[in-house]
């Protein structure tokens, strides 16, 4: 325990000092500038995912070489090295906007490389397909591996939004999952949120928002759990990806172009009705929080009650920003995809 906070501490103060450095470097060079779609007002330098990055990777390299049965039965090395591409289309995405083809392609190579090596999740509905049971859960588990990676990167609009929710999946899924690896991701993120909390000092950019949401597919895929508890796990990603899945529904519902630049989440609208930043990442936060908690002491039972109270409050969500009168669904004239 004392090796796991000495290098988790290692992390922590490794990631605050990157992306402080980092904010220096990028201011003027890598900037945010506000457009009718953002929820800042001033110009931002991103890019900051770096910094947690390059922190959880010097913290995992020296337990590796120093304490080498720390991190024994955990995801292997290897397995990081493969997000080492998202990362980097990530930072030429951040300061030059790239084909979304390119972009997907890696981000299936990287979904294709982790289901290889761990194997698909399970699909049991599968099973009556026979012979085509295996072909087809490779396939959805790839498709839903992508699909988080671009929903982490859509809810990333806010300050402290996604590091702080992700904080507490990661260490949910540290002790839930067995992977004590996690807790350095943990720690990384707590010290760049010192730089991320609202009022936001720099971004984390595409690198990192992608990263993140490739991180905790991983975790869910190399779980070593029964497939009641896999599939319990899945819960906690429900409050940012309930409101990701929500909007792509609605926007699909409504015929909108889904990959036309846009604000109209909730987490977005709950912002322009005059909720402030911290306060929209503190509910987010909070209600996974609440989410783990119940999973821990209730079991996989909580995972249902999860997803019914996921629905009602998007429902609730809904219903109040309907009687705002300040909200705006303004959608951006160009492709991209949101900050």
């Known amino acids: 325990m004392t090796l796991q906070l000495t290098f988790a501490a290692m992390a922590l103060v490794t990631s605050g000092i990157s992306v402080g450095m980092l904010r220096r470097f990028f201011i003027g060079l890598l900037m945010d500038i506000p457009n009718e779609r953002s929820s800042h007002t001033r110009p931002t330098p991103r890019g900051g995912g770096l910094g947690f990055i390059m922190a ?39 300061w030059r906007n790239l084909p979304s083809a390119v972009r997907y392609l890696v981000q299936l190579g990287t979904a294709w490389y982790v289901v290889s090596g761990y194997g698909a999740f399970t699909f049991p509905w599968l099973d009556q397909l026979g012979s085509l049971a295996g072909p087809l859960a490779f396939v959805i588990s790839v498709i839903c591996f992508t699909a988080l990676i671009n929903f982490y990167n859509f809810m990333d609009g806010l300050d402290g939004l996604v ?43 595409d690198a990192g928002s992608t990263i993140l949401g490739a991180v905790v597919a991983t975790a869910l895929m190399t779980q070593p759990n029964s497939f009641e508890q896999s599939w319990a796990s899945v819960a906690i990603l429900l409050p940012l990806i309930g409101d990701a899945v929500y909007t792509l529904a609605r926007r699909l519902s409504r015929g909108e172009n889904i990959f036309q630049a846009h604000r109209s989440h909730i987490y977005q609208r709950l912002h322009q009705a005059g909720w402030p930043h911290g306060q929209v990442a503190g509910l987010y936060i909070g209600a996974t929080l609440a989410i783990a908690f119940g999973l821990w002491q209730f079991g996989t039972g909580a995972a249902w009650v999860s997803l019914g109270a996921t629905l009602l409050a998007l429902v609730a969500g809904e219903l109040y920003l309907s009687l705002s009168p300040k909200v705006n669904t303004y959608i951006a004239p160009r492709l991209a995809s949101e900050d």
Request: charged content about 5%.
């Open 163 to 205: 590091a702080g929710v992700s904080a507490v999946q990661l260490a949910f899924l540290a002790l839930w999952c067995q992977q004590p690896v996690l807790w350095l991701w943990v720690a990384a993120l707590v010290g760049f949120l010192f730089w991320n909390w609202s009022p936001a000092k720099i971004f984390m950019g």
């Open 56 to 94: 959880f990777a010097v913290a995992m390299a020296l337990a590796q070489r120093y304490a080498p049965g720390l991190l024994v039965g955990t995801i292997a090395p290897q397995t990081w090295l493969a997000l080492v591409p998202l990362a980097l289309i990530g930072v030429i995405d951040d």
